[in-house]
């Protein structure tokens, strides 16, 4: 009886961990997200009245479905074998204003559907710097009720500033969480678009080849050592850091409003303080998008 209520404290603290993460698991995905609008942005008019028939005044809905064949925190692993699904829909205009609903399905979990995040926000050029982009966003999480967890975090407030030129790209965007608890995060992203196979004039074959890097906040063992006699102990406490490197390999077909893609993804996660070394983690992904212009 007292190893089966040590078993069941121990899933609520490994729950409470795991519902905390996933919070910054949600804005990292909600980032990549809107890459679509980072695209159409620094892309010519042309490209524009290709999807919408317009020159540079438009509004469109975005849908995307995303699967991952793996769970992952900064390349951690949360102890729970499951996949995930992130069904979004966002919508983008030319004047800046970006609004979207998403949620993540884990199949882990009960109920699957943990959390549902709302987005607000708003992303332009800076003036005549064509090739700069800025963006603020507000996310706010609703998440499944599991007994008497409360999730730390259920607002984050974000900004970013984005690079482009031609086919090279880089992203920097940092956010703050809070709710019961704040914490903070920063992700730096660069990538190169290598077209493989055109059909006709726009829909293609591409690969995007993207480095990320994660710093956020750990709760991490510290060697201390005191007194005269030089004596030791360990101890805990949270410190920011650099927490991950992620490599992204997907392959993109463009055809028509679609977008299709297949990518696999390699981790390395670093350790912060004298916490157990981490091993390089995988996973594979596939999404599909659709776009659809409301002029």
């Known amino acids: 009886m007292q190893k089966a209520i040590t078993c069941k404290i121990g899933f609520k603290i490994l729950f409470v961990l795991f519902l905390i ?3 910054s698991v949600s804005i990292l995905k909600a980032q990549k997200s809107d890459d679509l609008f980072e695209d159409l942005l620094f892309s010519d008019d042309e490209e524009f009245n290709k999807i919408f028939g317009l020159i540079s005044n438009y509004q469109f809905l975005y849908a995307t479905v995303n699967y991952s064949n793996k769970t992952y925190f900064a390349g951690r692993d949360l ?3 499951q996949y ?7 919508y983008l205009s030319s004047k800046g204003l970006m609004l979207g609903v998403s949620g993540v399905v884990y199949s882990g979990l009960n109920p699957k559907w943990n959390t549902t995040e709302l987005t607000a926000g708003y992303s332009h050029s800076f003036g005549k710097l064509k090739n700069f982009m800025y963006k603020a966003l507000y996310n706010r999480y609703v998440f499944a009720k599991q007994d008497s967890v409360t999730p730390s975090f259920k607002n984050s407030i974000g900004i970013g500033v984005s690079y482009r030129k031609k086919s ?3 992203r920097f965007d940092g956010s703050l969480l809070f709710g019961n608890e704040t914490s903070a995060q920063i992700t730096c992203d660069a990538y190169y678009e290598i077209p493989i196979i055109k059909f006709g004039k726009y829909d293609k074959i591409s690969i995007k080849p993207e480095l990320s890097l994660y710093f956020g906040t750990e709760e ?3 060697l201390r050592t005191v007194g005269i006699f030089k004596r030791q102990f360990y101890y805990y406490r949270n410190s920011f850091g650099w927490m991950n490197s992620e490599l992204s390999l997907p392959i993109i077909l463009s055809f ?3 977008d299709f893609e297949a990518g696999y993804n390699i981790n390395f996660p670093r350790a912060l303080g004298d916490n ?8 594979l992904n596939l999404s599909i998008g659709y ?3 409301l002029n």
């Open 168 to 170: 090279f790209g880089t």
């Open 21 to 23: 993460l996933i919070g």
């Open 256 to 258: 028509g409003n679609f």
């Open 79 to 81: 102890g729970i074998d």
């Open 276 to 283: 157990t070394p981490l091993k390089s983690v995988s996973t």
């Open 220 to 222: 991490t063992m510290l």
């Open 291 to 293: 776009i659809i212009g």
């Open 84 to 90: 995930f699904l992130t069904p979004q829909i966002f």
